[in-house]
């Protein structure tokens, strides 16, 4: 029988309950995830640093047993611990495509894009929780696939396949993975976010089915039907009278500079009518908020959202609410940067699907850890390092930024402390640099890791009484 550890790390603390078969599996486990950690831009050899330990960290990946669903069992559950501290939680989800074109030897991919581009990859569609601040509480689901190349030039059939036969069923399951949470955590209200791909009728149907579940936030993709003659979805909802404007922040997005954007607010109740093939569903009654950008720059299309929530609106205020909530979507989209930049998840040489699985479960993890990490600076700033950094590493860090081996009594806080680290991955802090992103911390965190090494190193001679085993940190804080 598998015995349980006591958590003394943040390895332990979110894959220790991985039920793999047998202790020593769970043990390999917190090694690889704590190298992969200190050096998260490393490929396998260098993360692990020595011949031994990669040898075993291949063992691991090749053993069909060590799943990802298995992998992350464990860190869903330590999720829900940090979830059920929040009234209201954002369970958010999205799809993204890993490209393993230059490893075109990998067993068992699929197209991620048409037949002529001929990229090949593995498909990602995951959900990651956030508080309201947007700190990423953890992952709570995760579907990874190849597509089937059988499947290819079919579209035109896929009108007559159920929604459990399509790709498009993800988006169901990922719900279906946040109501079995919302049983568990019944004092937190949980807000399942979708972007338009997610405009499924029978998602709709799902959560409406389910009033004790999750609630549902999804951007509009389909100009759809209204019942009572009401006409079609757009034109209702933009000619409702406008209820105020709300100033939203607009961050940058590939050439598209970061801006504050002024949006007229509308929103109404709507019955839509289902879909011709879909009569058996039933017409469903759902809140639409309308936001259209009054005053976009020259040369920038205004924005405009519609959205569709089972959330109850009887107020500006609380449409002004989901749209703050929706915003938080565009944390998922730089939790999958962190996991493609800072985890190089796209570089891994491991030969088949199956085994990069199970090395995207480990990376998954990691960078979702750097994510939280910056965003829990910015969002209890004066809380003590010692929260997320084990003293030998605060430790380390101070004596590398003072030139003084000896380091105060009193550790820094988790904002003093986070800039230092960004600052050896290359942020500058200079007065217009805002707090630092996931890229500068994964980088200093990299550095971070020898820094320390040499640090007790040399005070493990000089001053031993310095140099501490790992003290047993909550990597749970009340603060996330």
């Known amino acids: 029988m598998q015995q349980a550890v006591d958590p003394e790390d943040w390895a332990e603390e979110e894959f220790c309950a991985a039920k793999l078969g047998d202790v020593r599996r769970v043990k390999r486990l917190l090694e690889i995830a704590r190298d992969f950690y200190a050096r998260p831009q490393a490929n396998i050899p260098q993360a692990c640093n020595s011949r031994a330990k990669t040898k075993a960290a291949y063992r691991f990946f090749e053993d069909r047993k060590n799943t990802m669903d298995k992998i992350l069992k464990s860190h869903y559950e330590t999720s829900l611990s940090r979830i059920n501290k929040h009234k209201v939680v954002l369970a958010v989800q999205d799809t993204t495509t890993l490209n393993y074109s230059t490893h075109p030897a990998t067993q068992d991919l ?60 993800k988006w169901l399951k990922s719900y279906q993975a946040t109501a079995q949470a919302q049983k568990r955590c019944p004092n937190t209200m949980l807000v399942s976010i979708g972007d338009r791909e997610a405009d499924i009728y029978e998602l709709f149907h799902l959560a409406i089915s389910n009033p004790d579940g999750p609630k549902l936030l999804v951007r509009a993709e389909h100009n759809r039907l209204l019942a009572d003659g009401q006409g079609h979805l757009w034109d209702y909802v933009s000619g409702q009278p406008l209820c105020g404007i709300q100033e939203i922040h607009i961050p940058r997005k590939g050439k598209r ?21 879909k009569k058996a569903l039933g017409e469903l009654s759902i809140q ?191 603060y996330g």
């Open 110 to 169: 699929g197209l991620i894009a048409s037949k002529q581009e001929g990229i090949i990859g593995l498909i990602v569609h995951d959900t990651m929780a956030f508080n309201l601040e947007g700190t990423p509480l953890g992952l709570m689901d995760a579907q990874c696939w190849a597509r089937d190349p059988e499947d290819f030039g079919k579209k035109h059939l896929r009108a007559q396949l159920s929604i459990e036969q399509k790709e498009s069923n």
């Open 257 to 277: 500079k970061a801006r504050e954007a002024k949006l007229e607010i509308r929103f109404t109740k709507v019955k839509l009518k289902p879909p011709p093939r």
């Open 288 to 478: 639409a908020i309308y936001a259209r950008e009054s005053d976009a720059p020259d040369g920038v299309t205004p924005l405009q959202w519609m959205l569709l929530t089972t959330c109850e609106i009887k107020s500006f205020e609380e449409a002004v609410e989901k749209l703050d909530w929706y915003c938080n979507r565009w944390g998922i989209e730089i939790y999958h940067r962190t996991l493609k930049s800072g985890c190089k998840i796209e570089s891994r040489q491991l030969g088949s699907a199956n085994r990069i699985e199970a090395c995207l479960a480990i990376d998954m993890v990691i960078a979702w850890r750097i994510y939280h990490l910056t965003k829990l600076g910015r969002e209890t700033p004066d809380a003590s390092c010692s929260v997320f950094f084990d003293d030998n590493e605060w430790k380390a860090l101070i004596a590398y930024k003072t030139k003084h081996p000896i380091p105060p009594e009193k550790p820094p806080t988790l904002r003093e402390a986070t800039r230092m680290v960004a600052s050896l991955g290359g942020f500058l802090g200079r007065k217009g640099d805002g707090e630092p992103g996931t890229v500068t911390l994964w980088l200093g965190l990299e550095r971070l890791d020898d820094m320390t090494d040499m640090w007790k190193i040399s005070m493990s001679y000089f001053a031993p009484e310095l140099v501490k085993s790992p003290s047993p940190v909550s990597r749970n804080p009340r």
